[in-house]
């Protein structure tokens, strides 16, 4: 906006140039009518002293005017001439300064008329010095219109057409992928906030496109953790697969009990996949929109049941629950008590202590081991998706980083949260739980 109001002062400052310059050099356009008078009066002059001095016209050189004239008499011979020209062979008579519109007067004698005096000029020479001048201040005035707007083309050419030059190929470089090269950029043209949004775009592709990488990094990772984690339990699927057949072809008593052993073995391992699949198929829902919760009023007692059903390896110490009425979906906060007990399971192998606490609609959940913890940088990493600690590939425990993702991910849909701690001595995970 300041851009175009500094134009518009230019134009009408360089206009205005034009109209003082048009009035200075036609400043005597009014002055045409006194220039006649003016003459007209001379003329008497001229005149008065000629009748005075008949008998000796030469007096009129002591006098000087800015037109030439001359007197002839009646028989129009030629008695005074003030033009220094050659007029010899030019017929002047009252008929001819008729013709030509020339000014003349009669001169006379008493009553007797003895000569005339003829102006040679037809009165019109103040005319065409205006008319002169008059083109000279359009013609002045229009080049200075005409550099006017030769300085305004340059001005657009630099401060609108060269940048919009500069963002479309800038536009062309972006849609080839080539977003490291910034766009320049000029403050004092109109366009440079405009081509700042640009480049703080092109920034914010080059942004997306490194997040886009690092993503399809974390998932070829996943991919290949995925595979080293399935294969695990499927080739101890197999192998127990064999020895059972082994020991089937002979049947004795140790030999079913240690089948019952095998069938336990297959189950742990079929589970162990059960959730690998399980997180990247949510994971997946997610990603897709279709993770979806349906909530509804449940018991506080539902919750005590859950973590029952997920303590298989019988490692939880619970204390009991308040009892209130929850606002929750049973199926998806089973699925994420699961997740937590798991990953203690896998990466403490210690006891588990649940407490619960209310707190201004909401009731505190709180599961904590005994574990190695979590380093402090890490604790608000390890809730990211595919996120698995920085020394995850030095140990031998199997996982995907989706386990945490998937459970803070859903007690959000179900308007809560997930909170983790580690002071230390385990890790504390805080699930908190709306109230209906």
Request: glycine residues 8%.
């Amino acid at each position: 906006m300041k851009s175009y109001i500094k134009i518009v002062i230019v134009v009408a400052s360089v206009y205005l140039i034009g109209v003082i310059l048009l009035i200075i050099v036609t400043g005597n356009l009014t002055s045409g009518n006194n220039g006649t008078k003016g003459e007209v009066s001379a003329l008497n002059d001229i005149a008065r002293t000629a009748e005075s001095n008949q008998s000796d016209l030469s007096v009129l050189d002591e006098y000087s005017y800015s037109f030439d004239y001359v007197i002839v008499d009646m028989t129009q011979n030629i008695l005074y001439a003030s033009s220094a020209r050659d007029l010899s062979q030019e017929k002047i008579t009252v008929e001819t300064a008729i013709q030509n519109r020339y000014p003349y007067i009669y001169l006379k004698s008493g009553d007797k008329i003895w000569g005339c005096l003829i102006e040679l000029d037809d009165g019109l020479s103040s005319v065409r010095r205006i008319r002169k001048r008059f083109i000279i201040g359009i013609s002045l005035a229009g080049l200075v219109i005409i550099l006017a707007m030769a300085g305004f083309g340059l001005y657009i050419n630099q401060n609108v057409i060269a940048p919009f030059k500069n963002m479309k190929d800038f536009a062309g470089k972006v849609a080839q992928g080539n977003l490291d090269e910034p766009l320049a950029m000029d403050r004092g043209n109109m366009f440079g906030a405009f081509s700042e949004s640009f480049d703080i775009m092109r920034e914010e592709l080059a942004q997306s496109r490194k997040r886009e990488l690092e993503l399809q990094k974390k998932e070829r990772e996943l991919v290949a953790s995925l595979s080293h984690d399935l294969k695990t339990p499927v080739t101890g699927i197999k192998l127990t697969a064999e020895l059972m057949q082994m020991r089937l072809s002979v049947k004795n008593e140790e030999n079913i009990e240690l089948l019952s052993t095998d069938a336990e073995g297959i189950l742990q391992k079929a589970e162990q996949i059960d959730a690998l699949v399980s997180d990247l198929f949510a994971s997946t829902l997610y990603d897709l929109g279709e993770f979806k919760v349906s909530v509804n009023d449940e018991d506080s007692s539902v919750i005590s049941s859950l973590v029952e059903s997920y303590d298989n390896r019988k490692l939880v110490t619970t204390e009991e629950i308040p009892k209130v009425v929850l606002s929750i979906d049973k199926n998806r906060m089973g699925q994420v008590i699961g997740n937590i007990i798991s990953n203690s399971y896998k990466y403490a192998d210690t006891k588990i202590d649940i407490s619960y606490r209310l707190s201004e609609g909401y009731l505190e959940m709180e599961i904590k081991d005994y574990g190695p913890g979590v380093p402090s940088e890490e604790l608000d990493l390890i809730t990211n998706k595919f996120y698995r600690g920085k020394n995850w590939q030095d140990t031998d425990k199997d996982g995907n980083g989706l386990g945490l993702y998937i459970a803070k991910t859903l007690m959000q849909k179900m308007n809560g949260d997930l909170l983790a701690e580690s002071d230390g001595e385990g890790l504390s995970i805080t699930l908190i739980i709306p109230l209906s």
